[in-house]
T-cell receptor
């Protein structure tokens, strides 16, 4: 089944304890992206990647890192999480960002992160 | 002013009513997406448009590139259509996605 898989789905952690949220897609998509969703603010883009080894900052990149060493994986790293990073996180992918006919987005199920 | 504006923010209607949700944008785009987010949180892509009109079941999406406006219509609405509907545009200069704030739709039986 074609899908975007995020893990963990739920996580409670403490301030300063490094964590990684994994994202994997099995559709050979070039474009991958991370979003956070907070009440009243809608979806905000954290980082995106147009292809392997190509990553760019979105609207709210502070406090996050990403890597794209292989096409299928795009992990989100919180080196030193803080309470303001408590949020619902979504990973998404599309075949391409350049070709408008090929950029229908597929979303992961979401990861709810709480930082105490 | 936000680059992508959705209206209304909230909409409550009775089952069977015809629903219209609007999305206006101020940037040049290569594509516009409509997505649905159910109360459980999952996000599903409904349509991707670059021109004209698309239909899937009871859902119809239209876009007017000259007026920078898109509409999502739901015919014969049903309580299971209750969700947040989100519009997003792909900027043609840098391929970034800009997101609307969403429209929360409640359909009462």
């Amino acid at each position: 089944e074609a899908q975007v898989t995020q893990n963990p789905r739920y996580l409670i952690t403490v301030t300063g304890k490094k964590l990684t949220v994994t994202c994997s897609q099995n559709m050979n998509h070039e474009y991958m992206s991370w979003y956070r969703q907070d009440p009243g603010l809608g979806l905000r883009q954290i980082y995106y990647s147009m292809n392997v080894e190509v990553t760019d900052k979105g609207d709210v990149p502070e406090g996050y890192k990403v890597s794209r060493k292989e096409k299928r994986n795009f992990p989100l790293i919180l080196e030193s999480p803080s309470p303001n990073q408590t949020s619902l996180y979504f990973c998404a992918s599309s075949l391409s960002a350049y070709n408008s006919g090929a950029n229908v987005l597929t979303f992961g199920a979401g990861s709810r992160l709480t930082v105490l | 002013k936000n680059e992508v504006e959705q209206s209304p923010q909230n909409l409550t209607a009775q089952e069977g009513e015809f629903i219209t949700i609007n999305c206006s944008y101020s940037v040049g785009i290569s594509a516009l997406h409509w997505l649905q987010q159910h109360p459980g949180g999952g996000i599903v892509s409904l349509f991707m448009l670059s021109s004209g009109k698309k239909k899937h079941g009871r859902l119809i999406a239209t876009i007017n590139i000259q007026e920078k406006h898109s509409s999502l219509h739901i015919t014969a609405s049903h309580p299971r259509d209750s969700a947040v509907y989100i519009c997003a545009v792909r900027v043609d200069s840098n391929y970034q996605l800009i997101w609307g704030a969403g429209t929360k739709l409640i359909i009462k039986p």
